[in-house]
Every structure is written in structure tokens, then in C-alpha cells.
């Protein structure tokens, strides 16, 4: 059974540029949140995508976009990137029942150096 | 809001207990979440309390006392590849997102 996937790995960009990142939920998941975690700090909550709707979302600037597909896979997109946003990329998923919030599965993340 | 407290950095040898505190203030939440991240990795969840009191899982036992606004994780039989940084974390009430402590590094020596 495949756990939480995320691709790519690593990724650098320069300010302004645009990026994507993509995250494959672990089976049996429907629901995915991303986080953002700089170094040294625990991770920061993004948004969380349910049923291909944004449920809900952190302190993060409009710049942060998401998306969820039919087959519950899903999407982050930064514009604009800003040297700021160098961290790791987090997807997490669970199943959509409420006591499982608190046991989110994550995947490895995605670095992103912003240059 | 909230924010979660723990100590940065924690020391120990092999064989030994530790303990890993975390202090928190928040309006209202549904428990204490434990998570461990080794460098480079994804964080893996550890244990969680909805009530107070202590939870055992293995060499992991995890404490929750609402009235003191306090948790604690404690390892025990300490092993080379407990290294690792270890978050709190809380999911507020009426939210789905977990909101996670500032982290403890956890070295273990020989």
C-alpha cells in the first residue's frame, strides 16, 4: 500500500517565478491538507482540499493556490515566489471522518529553494 | 489563537528515559497529537490523547492535563534512532487543520 506521494523532491526557482507541486493522497484518503515548514520550525497549515473544494485555509496570502482532483490528488501552486518562501512542502491525507484529523498521514515533501 | 511550547533541544543516552514537554495555549481543541520527523523525512504520527492521562504505545507513553495546559511525550529504552525532532501538535476545535508545537530535537548518544 503507497502512502502519501509527493513529487518533485527538490525544486529550485527564482523570485517571481511560478511553481507547482503535486501530492498523491494515500489510498483510502480523500481529503488533503498542505503544510509549509521552514527549517528549524514545526509545520505551518496552508489549506486543506475536500470533495475538489478548498475547506479550509491558513494565514497564507492569496499567492498560495490549490487544487483537488476527481481521484483525490492534488495540487499546490505558489506565484510569485518570494525568497520567503523557501521551505518544505508538506502534503498530509486522511480519510474524512473526524477523529482521524488528528492522525494525518504525510508525505516526504517537497523542498523548495528560492533563489 | 494558539501556540504550543517545547524546550528545543533535549540530550540523552542510549538506554535512558526521556521526556518531552509541552506547554500550550489555545481556546479549545480536540487533543494532543505527537509527531517524529528525522532529518529530511516526513513527519510520522506517534500518539494522541482526547482525554487526560497517560497513553502507552510501546516505548512511547504520551501524558495530557487540560486544567495545567500541559502534555509530555516520554521515551523509553532510548535507541540510536530516536534522534529526531519531536512536535506537539492540537487540532482547534471546529478546524480539521493541526496546529503543531515549536519542536524538540532529540539527540541520543552512545
Known amino acids: 500500500d503507497a502512502g502519501v506521494t509527493q513529487s518533485p523532491t527538490h525544486l529550485i526557482k527564482t523570485r517571481g517565478q511560478q511553481v507547482t507541486l503535486r501530492c498523491s493522497p494515500k489510498s483510502g484518503h480523500d481529503t488533503v491538507s498542505w503544510y509549509q515548514q521552514a527549517l528549524g520550525q514545526g509545520p505551518q497549515f496552508i489549506f486543506q482540499y475536500y470533495e475538489e473544494e478548498e475547506r479550509q485555509r491558513g494565514n497564507f496570502p492569496d499567492r498560495f493556490s490549490g487544487h483537488q482532483f476527481p481521484n483525490y490528488s492534488s495540487e499546490l501552486n505558489v506565484n510569485a515566489l518570494l525568497l520567503g518562501d523557501s521551505a518544505l512542502y508538506l502534503c498530509a491525507s486522511s480519510p474524512a471522518t473526524s477523529g482521524s484529523y488528528n492522525e494525518q498521514f504525510f508525505g516526504p515533501g517537497t523542498r523548495l529553494t528560492v533563489l | 489563537g494558539q501556540s504550543l511550547e517545547q524546550p528545543s533541544e533535549v540530550t540523552a543516552v542510549e538506554g535512558a528515559i526521556v521526556q518531552i514537554n509541552c506547554t500550550y495555549q489555545?481556546?479549545?481543541?480536540?487533543?494532543l497529537s505527537w509527531y517524529q520527523q528525522h532529518d529530511g523525512g516526513a513527519p510520522t504520527f506517534l500518539s494522541y490523547?482526547?482525554?487526560?492521562g497517560l497513553e502507552e504505545t510501546g516505548r512511547f507513553s504520551s501524558f495530557l492535563s487540560r486544567s495545567d495546559s500541559y502534555g509530555y511525550l516520554l521515551l523509553q529504552e532510548l535507541q540510536m534512532k530516536d534522534s529526531a525532532s519531536y512536535f506537539c501538535a492540537v487540532r482547534p476545535s471546529g478546524f480539521q487543520k493541526l496546529v503543531f508545537g515549536t519542536g524538540t530535537r532529540l539527540l541520543v548518544s552512545p
Open positions: 490523547n482526547a482525554l487526560d
Open positions: 489555545t481556546s479549545g481543541f480536540y487533543g
